[in-house]
C-alpha cells in the first residue's frame, strides 16, 4: 500500500518566504497560446430557460450560429482569432440557402451541440467556416444597405433568375500553390490560393484573409448588380470601379463589425489618417510579396492623370477618394463629449456603404465612369436630406482626384441637383490593362474570348459557303465531300455575294 507523505506545514511556510513579495509565476508563451486557443473553443454553458412573457422562437428554426473568424488578416496581431454570430438557418457544410462549402478536398463540418461551428485555427475545417462567414457577413452587409424601405431584399448572384437560385460555391483551398484567388461566373464559385511564400517555409492561405474574402466576394455581389462591368470590353474606369469595390467591401465589412471599429479607433486615436489596418489591404500578403502596407493602402494620394489606363492603378484614385470622404464625415460628425467616437465611425461607414452602393446602381449598366458615380452620390445624399457638407466632402474629394470638375469654388457649397462634368476621361477606344489585378479581374470569364472564337467560326462558316460545298453534295468530284473552289467560269462564281 502507498504510504502518504505528509509534508510540515513548516517547511512549505519556509519555502513561500524565499520567494518575492507578489511572485506570480509566468506561464511559457506557448502556454498562454495554448491557454488561449482553448478559451476560444470553450462552449457556454446551457442557456437558462426563457422568462415567462419573452418572445417564443420560431419552431424548428435555430436564432443562428457562432463561428471562429480571424477578424482581420493573421498577422493582425491586434485582432487575432474571435467568436461572430451568423443569423439564420446554418447547415452542415457549412451552407445555407446562398453558399455552400464545395471544397472536395475538405469534408464536410458539422455544427457542435450548440448549433455552432467553433473550430481550432489553423485546420482545414476551420478554414471552411471562416472563409463560408466572411461571404456570408459580406452578403448580408450588402443586402441590408439596399433593404432601405423593404424588408429582406435579396442581392442575386450573377446567374439567379426565377428558375435558377443556385447558390454561390466556396473553395477554400481552391488554387493549390498559387498566389491568387478569384470569383468565376462559369464555376459559379469563390477560389482561394494558397502557397509557401519565397524564403518562408509555413504555406500561406489567401482563404484566411477577411480581406482577400471580402474582395472577392464584392466582385461577385457586383456582377448580380451590374453583370456587364466586369467584361475587359468596357473603358478603363469601368474596370477600376469594379476593383476599388472589392477593396471598399472589405473596408465596409470592417466598418460594420463593431469591435474591429474600436480597435481602429484605439490604433488611430480618432485620426483615419493615421496608419490603420483599415486603410491597408491584406497584410499578410503583402508582406509576403515584401511590401510594407499591404497589396494596397486606401490611404493615397493617387490622382488620374497618374494611374494611366492600369486598372490597378485606377482603382487606388476611386478608394481613395472615397477613403477621405470617410475620414471627412466622420471628423465633421465627431462630438467626442456627446457620443462614442466608435459609434459615430460605425454609423458613417453604415450611410457611406449604403450611398455608394445605391449610387452604383443608379449608374449606367455599361461603361459607367467614376463621373457617373461621383454624381449619383451627390444626387443621393441631397435626397437623403444629408447637410451640404457631406455633398461638399463628395465634390472636393472627386475634384482633388481629377474626377470631377467643379464649376464653383471648392470652399463655397456644393448647389443641389447640380450635376459635374467628368474631369479625366478614358481615351475613345482606350484598352483596359488588367497586370496587375486580382484573380478575378484577370479570369478568362470576363475577357470576352468566346466571341473571339465565334468570330472565327463565322468567319469559317461564310468561306465555306462562299467557297466551298460541304455536304456531301459533291460525289465523284475526286475529293470526298469537298469541292476545291473555281476560279474560272460559272461555277466559280456560284454562291458568292
Excluded at 507523505?5 to 513579495?21: D, R, S
Excluded at 467568436?83 to 458539422?110: C, E, H, M, T, Y
Aim: hydrophobic share 40%; glycine share 8%.
Amino acid at each position: 500500500m502507498d504510504q502518504k507523505v505528509i509534508v510540515p506545514v513548516e517547511a512549505v511556510l519556509t519555502k513561500c518566504v524565499a520567494l518575492p513579495v507578489g511572485y506570480v509565476p509566468t506561464p511559457s508563451a506557448p502556454y498562454r497560446l495554448h491557454r488561449k486557443t482553448a478559451q476560444l473553443i470553450q462552449q457556454p454553458a446551457m442557456p437558462r430557460l426563457k422568462e415567462a412573457g419573452a418572445p417564443a422562437v420560431q419552431a424548428g428554426a435555430p436564432a443562428g450560429a457562432r463561428v471562429l473568424i480571424w477578424k482581420q488578416d493573421p498577422s493582425v496581431t491586434d485582432m487575432g482569432t474571435r467568436k461572430s454570430f451568423l443569423p439564420g438557418v446554418i447547415l452542415q457544410g457549412p451552407r445555407d440557402a446562398r453558399i455552400i462549402n464545395g471544397s472536395p478536398g475538405i469534408a464536410p463540418v458539422s455544427p457542435n451541440s450548440f448549433g455552432d461551428f467553433i473550430l481550432s485555427p489553423n485546420t482545414d475545417q476551420f478554414d471552411a467556416v471562416h472563409t463560408f462567414a466572411i461571404v456570408r457577413q459580406t452578403l448580408t452587409m450588402y443586402q441590408r444597405a439596399l433593404s432601405a424601405g423593404a424588408s429582406d431584399a435579396p442581392v442575386p448572384w450573377q446567374w439567379n433568375s426565377g428558375s435558377n437560385t443556385a447558390p454561390v460555391k466556396i473553395f477554400p483551398h481552391g488554387l493549390p500553390n498559387v498566389m491568387n484567388a478569384y470569383y468565376s461566373r462559369s464555376e459559379k464559385a469563390l477560389k482561394f490560393g494558397d502557397f509557401i511564400p519565397s524564403g518562408a517555409t509555413e504555406r500561406m492561405y489567401t482563404c484566411r484573409s477577411l480581406d482577400i474574402v471580402s474582395h472577392e466576394t464584392g466582385h461577385a455581389v457586383l456582377d448580380g448588380l451590374k453583370p456587364n462591368w466586369i467584361l475587359n470590353s468596357n473603358p478603363p474606369q469601368t474596370g477600376g470601379l469594379h476593383e476599388s469595390f472589392g477593396d471598399l467591401t472589405a473596408i465596409f465589412l470592417t466598418l460594420s463589425q463593431f469591435d474591429q471599429v474600436e480597435a481602429v479607433i484605439a490604433q488611430t486615436k480618432a485620426d483615419l489618417h493615421d496608419k490603420t489596418f483599415l486603410a491597408d489591404m491584406a497584410e499578410q500578403f503583402g508582406l509576403a510579396l515584401g511590401r510594407a502596407n499591404g497589396l494596397r493602402n486606401a490611404d493615397n494620394d493617387l490622382k488620374l492623370s497618374e494611374a494611366g489606363d492600369e486598372v490597378h492603378a485606377i482603382s487606388q484614385v476611386f478608394t481613395g477618394a472615397i477613403y477621405d470622404i470617410l475620414a471627412d464625415i466622420f471628423s465633421f460628425e465627431r462630438q467626442p463629449g456627446r457620443r462614442d467616437d466608435a459609434a459615430v465611425l460605425h454609423a458613417v461607414g453604415d450611410y457611406l456603404r449604403s450611398l455608394l452602393i445605391r449610387a452604383i446602381v443608379a449608374a449606367p449598366d455599361v461603361g459607367a465612369s467614376f463621373a457617373d458615380v461621383a454624381n449619383a452620390m451627390l444626387t443621393i445624399a441631397s435626397a437623403d436630406g444629408k447637410p451640404v457638407d457631406y455633398r461638399n466632402f463628395i465634390r472636393n474629394r472627386f475634384s482633388l482626384r481629377e474626377v470631377l470638375v467643379s464649376p464653383t469654388p471648392l470652399n463655397e457649397n456644393h448647389l443641389a441637383g447640380l450635376a459635374l462634368a467628368a474631369g479625366v476621361q478614358d481615351a475613345p477606344g482606350a484598352v483596359q490593362d488588367r497586370r496587375a489585378c486580382c484573380g478575378t479581374m484577370n479570369h478568362a470569364d470576363y475577357a470576352d474570348l468566346e466571341s473571339v472564337l465565334e468570330r472565327e467560326r463565322s468567319a469559317l462558316a461564310m468561306w465555306c459557303r462562299n467557297y466551298g460545298n460541304h455536304g456531301g453534295n459533291n460525289e465523284g468530284n475526286g475529293h470526298g465531300d469537298w469541292q476545291e473552289p473555281s476560279t474560272t467560269g460559272e461555277a466559280g462564281m456560284a454562291g458568292r455575294p
